[in-house]
């Protein structure tokens, strides 16, 4: 379960004047999007629940809020991220309720593998137990880090599946709380130091550097089978929160200036299915990080990312994990529900 504020959800848009409003959801918090709905409805704000997958704070609705009349977006959780928005929008981030001290101490003698000096991480959905963790682990002997990162983040010590800048300190490994293995693998791609992963959930423990090795090789896999193309479809999200127009526009440019055929492509929901057809022998997606990486299997052509284009033209010979870094974060930015489309 997860916690959402609905008192505190209706007081911000009865201070913004809001009369209907446009409510976005992940797949986990459908019910609580209905629930919401009702709420608001029964206090006087007439409430719309967007049907499309959410693929995280990137993908605002704000676009569909406004062709639907609607006063503000709610966006449900996801924390805060700075983007320019059509209207006033209300990021409500869900913490879950549940320890994460527990398995913490039950897997201890893991954690101690990863040296006295560790970088403590996590997702939107712990970052409310940060602090009680870091008391613990400075109790057992531990010098914990919880780093600031960057202005796509919200929290110290909060990662995205794109961006992991808060990991990037001076510590000797890195412990990540959370469920899945995405995060954590792109923790280790991108920090190269031992990651664990500690699950609050069952509260199991996984290394990840052997999971970041396999995935490795899969994307050098990809890497080889882009070798011989010749014509690219590169791609760049119109999702606000994935547009790198600038760097799609640079990894056309280094193609054609290696003399391959290379073409600038622009997709909301990036998928193989609606790629057929195309004229390319492969394809560079400059979006989220996630679809080349998750999805690569259900593509009939190569796909990858702009670091993976720059090791196919013999530009560089380490792998390096595709992160969307934001600039210096400003202490003073509000975290938890912000209205972003009002200060912006």
Same mark, same amino acid.
């Given at each position: 379960m997860h916690e959402v504020s609905n008192r505190e959800i209706l007081k911000t848009l009865r201070e913004l004047g809001a009369e209907r409003v446009l409510i976005q959801t992940?797949?986990? $918090? +459908?019910?609580?999007? =209905?629930?919401?709905?009702?709420?608001?409805?029964?206090?006087?704000?007439?409430?719309?629940?967007?049907?499309?997958v959410n693929y995280g704070a990137c993908d605002p609705a704000?676009?569909?809020? +406004? $062709?639907?009349?609607?006063?503000?977006?709610?966006?449900?959780?996801?924390?805060?991220?700075? $983007?320019?928005?059509?209207?006033?929008? &209300?990021?409500?981030?869900?913490?879950?309720?549940?320890?994460?001290?527990?398995?913490?101490?039950?897997? &201890?003698?893991? &954690?101690? +593998?990863?040296?006295?000096? &560790?970088?403590?991480?996590?997702?939107? =959905?712990h970052v409310h137990r940060l602090e009680e963790a870091r008391e613990f682990l400075e109790k057992q002997g531990f010098e914990v880090i919880i780093g600031k990162g960057d202005s796509r983040v919200s929290w110290s010590g909060q990662v995205l599946g794109c961006n992991f800048s808060p990991a990037k300190v001076d510590a000797e490994g890195v412990l990540f709380i959370g469920a899945g293995y995405f995060h954590p693998i792109g923790l280790a791609l991108?920090?190269? +130091?031992?990651? $664990?992963?500690?699950?609050?959930?069952?509260?199991?423990?996984?290394?990840?550097?052997?999971?970041?090795?396999?995935?490795?090789?899969?994307?050098?896999a990809q890497i080889a089978k882009a070798m011989d193309a010749e014509r690219f479809g590169v791609i760049t999200s119109t999702k606000k929160g994935q547009l790198r127009l600038a760097e799609a526009k640079r990894v056309v440019k280094l193609l054609r200036e290696h003399g391959k055929y290379a073409r600038l492509m622009a997709m909301n929901h990036i998928n193989y299915p609606a790629l057929e057809g195309f004229d390319f022998d492969a394809y560079v997606v400059v979006a989220c990080p996630r679809v080349p990486i998750d999805d690569y299997e259900n593509w009939r052509k190569p796909v990858l990312t702009p670091t993976e284009v720059e090791i196919l033209l013999g530009l560089r010979d380490d792998y390096a994990f595709d992160e969307i870094l934001g600039v210096e974060r400003n202490e003073d930015e509000p975290l938890g529900i912000a209205l972003h489309g009002v200060r912006d």
């Amino acid at each position: 379960m997860h916690e959402v504020s609905n008192r505190e959800i209706l007081k911000t848009l009865r201070e913004l004047g809001a009369e209907r409003v446009l409510i976005q959801t992940p797949e986990g $918090l +459908k019910r609580e999007a =209905q629930t919401l709905a009702d709420f608001l409805e029964d206090n006087g704000i007439e409430a719309i629940i967007n049907g499309d997958v959410n693929y995280g704070a990137c993908d605002p609705a704000d676009r569909e809020a +406004k $062709l639907l009349g609607c006063d503000a977006l709610i966006h449900l959780g996801h924390s805060y991220m700075r $983007l320019h928005l059509e209207v006033p929008t &209300i990021f409500v981030p869900a913490f879950a309720k549940v320890e994460v001290v527990p398995v913490l101490e039950k897997n &201890i003698d893991e &954690i101690r +593998k990863l040296g006295r000096r &560790i970088a403590l991480v996590t997702t939107a =959905q712990h970052v409310h137990r940060l602090e009680e963790a870091r008391e613990f682990l400075e109790k057992q002997g531990f010098e914990v880090i919880i780093g600031k990162g960057d202005s796509r983040v919200s929290w110290s010590g909060q990662v995205l599946g794109c961006n992991f800048s808060p990991a990037k300190v001076d510590a000797e490994g890195v412990l990540f709380i959370g469920a899945g293995y995405f995060h954590p693998i792109g923790l280790a791609l991108a920090t190269g +130091k031992p990651t $664990l992963a500690v699950n609050p959930y069952s509260g199991d423990a996984f290394w990840m550097d052997k999971e970041a090795e396999r995935l490795i090789r899969k994307r050098w896999a990809q890497i080889a089978k882009a070798m011989d193309a010749e014509r690219f479809g590169v791609i760049t999200s119109t999702k606000k929160g994935q547009l790198r127009l600038a760097e799609a526009k640079r990894v056309v440019k280094l193609l054609r200036e290696h003399g391959k055929y290379a073409r600038l492509m622009a997709m909301n929901h990036i998928n193989y299915p609606a790629l057929e057809g195309f004229d390319f022998d492969a394809y560079v997606v400059v979006a989220c990080p996630r679809v080349p990486i998750d999805d690569y299997e259900n593509w009939r052509k190569p796909v990858l990312t702009p670091t993976e284009v720059e090791i196919l033209l013999g530009l560089r010979d380490d792998y390096a994990f595709d992160e969307i870094l934001g600039v210096e974060r400003n202490e003073d930015e509000p975290l938890g529900i912000a209205l972003h489309g009002v200060r912006d």
